[in-house]
């Protein structure tokens, strides 16, 4: 293993919405995306959701609130809750959920993870 150097990696993609797996531990995937607009409403019912924002800003609505992150802020979304990420003006953000835990909460729409 060597040490992931996330600008490396934000380089070499500029699809939004789209994560890209840069690492793995304990089942988890660590991922990195790039996020423009918003993203749809969704929940993920057996698994919390892991935002680390890197660049930008990101607002994540919720029923009850709304979270908004700058670079080096983090928010864990409940699993179960319901929410919707945006950004005004871009951002780049590290994810990290178990493999296989679609996107967008549903495996017919969810991005297709890949390896970068």
């Known amino acids: 293993m060597t040490a992931v150097n996330l600008s490396q ?3 070499k993609f500029s699809d ?3 994560p890209k797996i ?3 531990y304990n089942g988890n995937e660590v991922m990195l995306a790039k ?10 019912p057996d698994t919390d959701d892991f935002f680390l ?10 029923p009850d609130k ?6 080096g802020e983090m928010y864990v979304v409940p699993k179960g809750v ?11 953000v590290l994810l990290i959920e178990p493999k296989g835990t679609p ?7 969810a991005a297709v993870k890949v390896e970068i």
Do not use: Q, Y
């Not at 709304?66 to 670079?71: E, S, Y």
């Not at 996107?103 to 729409?109: P, Q």
């Open 9 to 11: 990696k934000l380089s």
């Open 16 to 18: 939004c919405w789209s």
């Open 22 to 24: 840069i690492s793995t």
């Open 35 to 44: 996020f423009e607009g918003e993203f749809v409403w969704h929940s993920h």
């Open 53 to 62: 924002v890197i660049e930008g800003d990101v607002t994540i609505e919720m």
């Open 66 to 71: 709304t979270v908004t992150l700058g670079p």
């Open 82 to 92: 319901e929410h919707k990420p945006s950004t005004k003006n871009g951002a780049s």
């Open 103 to 109: 996107n967008s909460g549903d495996e017919k729409t």
